[in-house]
C-alpha cells in the first residue's frame, strides 16, 4: 500500500490548517462528516466571512475550533441558546451549530427543542456516534438498547431518543438523517439545511471505534460502516416518528421534512422593533402575528404522511 | 424626546430603574426567565426594548439566558440578563465562559432568602460569595450594591461600563426590598451619561487575545473576516485552545490582573459620619440604609458611630477599611456572614456581626445594639 502525501486539500480554504493535526481518532467520522459540511457550504456559496460555527463540548464540539470563520466552543449543552442568542443579534449571519448527540439532546435537551419550536434560523449539525466519546465512551441518550458503554457495563436498559422525531414534533422546519457512509446524499441534505430559513436538523449517525464500536463488536472502524451499509434504509419523506432506531433492525435514513418556508424567530423579533408594528392597535399586531404564524397543523399532517393540504 | 432616556423625574421600582439604566447605557439585548423578586426587569425590557430597537428573549431557563446574552455580547449588542438566587446558581458555568472569554455582560441578581428556593418573595443578601466565587477556576468578580432605585439606574449603567472597560461580566448585586422599593428616579439627559463602549479591534492580523497596555485585548467584530476562535477552553493569544500550565499561568493571570492592577478604578464606597466615628457599621444594600438610621440614633445616644457603605461590594475595598482598622467595627448584612469575612480580613481583627437569615431587613435598632455592643 503505498501512502499519498498531498500539500493541500481542497477545503484548505475553510480549514484552519495551522490547528491541524485535529484531536480525532484514527477512524472516527467526524471528519467526514464536516468536510460534507465544508463542501456543501462551498457548493451553495455560502460566504465563510458571513458564517458562525457554534459547538458545544466533546469531540464534535472540537469542530469549531478547526473551520476558517468565526467560531464559538461553548460549554457543555449550551451551543444552541448561545447561537440563538448570536442569530437573534445578528440575523445576517448565518449561522450552524455543529455538535455531538450527547451535547445537544443530553445536557442540552431543552434548548434543542426550544429553538426548534421557535423556528430559529439557525442550522444543527448533531452527530450521533451513539456515546461520550470524548470522555472515554459512557451511556449517551442516543446508545441503543442493549449497547455497551462504561456506564452501561452489562448493557444498556434505556430506550434511545428518537432525534429525528424529537426535533420534527419540536417544530423544526428540516429534517434529515444520514451515515457518515452517505456522504454524497448527507451533503444535499446539508446544502438544504444552510439554504433553509427556519430552524434545520440533519442527524450523521457515526462511528467512533475507539469508545464504542470496541465494546459492541465494531472495533474497526469499516464494521460501523458495514453495520450502517447493512441495515441504512434510504427513504425520503417517512413519518419522522418511524425513525426509531434498534439494535440489529433496519432503520430508515433519508429527508424526514422539508417544511414549507415560514417566518422565522428572527424575522418576528425584528418585526417587534419596527414603529408601524408598535405605533398600531393590539388588534392589528395580533392580526400580523397570526398571519406570520407557523402552521403547525400543517406541520403535522405532512410529518404523519397525510400532505401539506387539508 | 428621545425614547431610550427617559429624561425626568420618575416613580419607579429598583427593578424598573435597573430595566431603564440598562437602556440608557445602550443595552439592546436581554434573555432572561421569570423568576421573583426579578421579573419586573424582564417585564420592563420586554416592552421597552422594541421601542428602542432591542432585542427581547424569554428563554427556556436560566442556563440558556446567560448562554444567549453572551452570544449577542459577540453579535456587538450591550446585553443583559436578570436573575434571583436559583437563577443565579443555574446561569453560574456561563457565567464562567464569559470571563474564560472576556464577553462583558451585565447579570442583575435580584437577591432572595435562600438556599433552595427559600423565601422567593423576600430578602435576602446571601449571594455575595456567591458573586465573588460561584463559578470554578481563579477569577476576579465585580459586583456593584444599590441601596435605592435611583441607584439602580445609576449602577447599571455603571455596571455596562465597567463590563464593557474589562472585558468581564459585571454583577448588579440588588436585593428583594431594593428591586422593589419605590422612589423617585432622576434620569438625567443624554449628555450627562457617561457611557464607555467596548473597544474594537480594527487589525486583522493582530491576534485576537492580544492586550493593550491595559491588559484588556480589544474585541473583535464577528462577520467581518477575523475568523476568530472563541473557546471556554485555556487559550492563547490567538485564541486557540492550549492544554498546558504555562498558557494557563499566563492566561488566566491576565485575565486577574487586568481587574487586579486596576481595582482601584472600580472600588466605590460611601463614609457618612466616619471621619470622627469610633465604631464603623459596614452594609450595603438595603440594609445600609437601616444602618444609617442605626447610626444617627447611635450619634443622639452619644456614640460617634459612622456607616461604611458598600457601592461596590467586589473588588472589595480592604485598603480603606485596613486604614480605618483602628476604629471598632459592626457588620450588618441579611446572612450569616460574607462581607463579615472580608471585614474582618481587611481590619485583622473580629468585628461585631449583626446578622439575619432573611425575610424581612433589619430594623434600625438591631443596628444600634451592635454599635453598643462594639463600643463596650
Known amino acids: 500500500m503505498s501512502i499519498i502525501k498531498a500539500d493541500t486539500h481542497p477545503l484548505d480554504r475553510y480549514l484552519r490548517t495551522e490547528r491541524l493535526p485535529h484531536v480525532w481518532c484514527p477512524g472516527c467520522g467526524i471528519g467526514t462528516v464536516l468536510g460534507a459540511y465544508l463542501r456543501a457550504m462551498e457548493k451553495i456559496g455560502m460566504d465563510p466571512e458571513k458564517s458562525i460555527m457554534v459547538s458545544g463540548i466533546g469531540c464534535t464540539g472540537r469542530a469549531a475550533g478547526y473551520v476558517r470563520m468565526d467560531s464559538f466552543h461553548t460549554t457543555h449543552g449550551r451551543a444552541i441558546p448561545f447561537a440563538v442568542g448570536l442569530k437573534a443579534a445578528r440575523p445576517d449571519l448565518n449561522v450552524t451549530v455543529f455538535s455531538g448527540d450527547g451535547d445537544l439532546f443530553a445536557i442540552g435537551g431543552n434548548h434543542i427543542i426550544h429553538a426548534a419550536r421557535r423556528n430559529a434560523n439557525i442550522t444543527v449539525v448533531a452527530i450521533n456516534n451513539f ?76 462511528q467512533c471505534p475507539t469508545a464504542y464500536g470496541r465494546r459492541n463488536r465494531m472495533r474497526d472502524p469499516v464494521d460501523t460502516l458495514k453495520y450502517f451499509q447493512k441495515y441504512a434504509v434510504v427513504k425520503n419523506h417517512v413519518n419522522p416518528l418511524e425513525g426509531v432506531i434498534e439494535p440489529n433492525k433496519p432503520f430508515v435514513v433519508g429527508e424526514f421534512l422539508d417544511a414549507p418556508e415560514e417566518p422565522t424567530f428572527e424575522d418576528k423579533l425584528w418585526e417587534l422593533t419596527k414603529a408601524e408594528f408598535l405605533h398600531t392597535s393590539q388588534a392589528e399586531r395580533s392580526e400580523w402575528i397570526i398571519e406570520h404564524r407557523r402552521h403547525l397543523e400543517v406541520l403535522s399532517r405532512i410529518i404523519s404522511g397525510k400532505g401539506g393540504e387539508e | 424626546m428621545s425614547k431610550d432616556i427617559l429624561v425626568g423625574d420618575h416613580f419607579l421600582s429598583g427593578d424598573v430603574a435597573a430595566a431603564e439604566g440598562a437602556i440608557a447605557a445602550g443595552c439592546r439585548f436581554f434573555a432572561g426567565y421569570p423568576i421573583t423578586p426579578s421579573s419586573e426587569v424582564a417585564e420592563r425590557m420586554a416592552r ?45 458555568e456561563n457565567y464562567g465562559l464569559g470571563i474564560m472569554t472576556e464577553t462583558p455582560v451585565v447579570i442583575v441578581n435580584v437577591q432572595r432568602a435562600g438556599p433552595s428556593t427559600g423565601l422567593p418573595t423576600l430578602l435576602g443578601q446571601g449571594d455575595v460569595m456567591q458573586a465573588r466565587w460561584g463559578t470554578h477556576g481563579s477569577y476576579q468578580a465585580i459586583a456593584l450594591s444599590p441601596e435605592s432605585p435611583q441607584e439602580c439606574f ?26 422593589h422599593l419605590f422612589e423617585r428616579v432622576t434620569i438625567p439627559p443624554k449628555e450627562e451619561i457617561e457611557i464607555v463602549n467596548r473597544k474594537i479591534l480594527k487589525d486583522k492580523n493582530r491576534k485576537i487575545y492580544e492586550p493593550d497596555e491595559d491588559l484588556v485585548p480589544p474585541m473583535p467584530p464577528i462577520g467581518e473576516g477575523f475568523g476568530i476562535h472563541v473557546t471556554g477552553l485555556t487559550h492563547d493569544e490567538r485564541g486557540y485552545p492550549s492544554i498546558n ?124 445594639k451592635g454599635i453598643e455592643e462594639a463600643v463596650k
Not at chain 1, 417544530?171 to 439554504?195: I, Q
Not at chain 2, 424569554?58 to 453579535?75: C, H, K, N, P, T
Open chain 2, 48 to 92: 421597552r426594548l422594541p421601542e428602542v430597537g432591542g432585542i427581547f428573549i424569554q428563554m427556556e431557563d436560566e442556563l440558556a439566558s446567560m448562554a444567549a446574552i453572551l452570544g449577542a455580547s459577540w453579535g456587538g449588542r450591550k446585553a443583559m440578563t436578570a436573575t434571583s438566587g436559583p437563577g443565579f446558581s443555574l446561569m453560574m
Open chain 2, 245 to 368: 500550565a504555562e498558557t494557563q499561568e499566563r492566561m488566566i493571570g491576565r485575565i486577574n490582573d487586568k481587574i487586579r492592577k486596576y481595582a482601584d478604578e472600580i472600588v466605590d464606597y460611601e463614609e457618612f459620619m466616619v471621619d470622627d466615628a469610633e465604631v464603623i457599621v459596614v452594609a450595603y444594600g438595603i440594609t445600609a440604609r437601616s444602618a444609617r438610621r442605626a447610626v444617627i440614633m447611635a450619634r443622639e445616644n452619644g456614640i460617634k458611630a459612622g456607616l461604611f457603605r458598600l457601592k461596590v461590594i467586589w473588588p472589595f475595598p480592604s485598603k480603606r477599611l485596613e486604614e480605618l482598622s483602628d476604629r471598632e467595627f459592626v457588620v450588618a448584612e441579611v446572612n450569616n456572614g460574607q462581607a463579615l469575612v472580608e471585614v474582618e480580613r481587611a481590619i485583622k481583627k473580629r468585628a461585631v456581626f449583626v446578622g439575619k437569615m432573611g425575610g424581612e431587613p433589619h430594623k434600625p435598632q438591631e443596628i444600634l
Open chain 1, 131 to 206: 456515546t461520550y466519546g470524548m470522555t472515554g465512551g459512557q451511556l449517551a441518550p442516543t446508545t441503543p438498547e442493549t449497547g455497551i458503554t462504561t456506564t452501561s457495563p452489562y448493557g444498556n436498559v434505556e430506550s434511545p431518543f428518537n432525534l429525528a422525531g424529537l426535533i420534527a414534533v419540536a417544530g423544526a422546519s428540516y429534517v434529515a438523517r444520514w451515515t457518515s457512509l452517505h456522504v454524497r446524499r448527507l451533503e444535499k441534505s446539508l446544502e438544504k439545511a444552510l439554504k433553509k430559513r427556519g430552524f434545520s436538523f440533519v442527524e450523521v449517525l457515526s
Open chain 2, 154 to 179: 445609576d449602577m447599571t449603567i455603571k455596571a455596562f461600563n465597567l463590563a464593557e472597560r474589562f472585558r468581564q461580566p459585571v454583577i448588579l448585586l440588588m436585593d428583594e426590598s431594593v428591586g
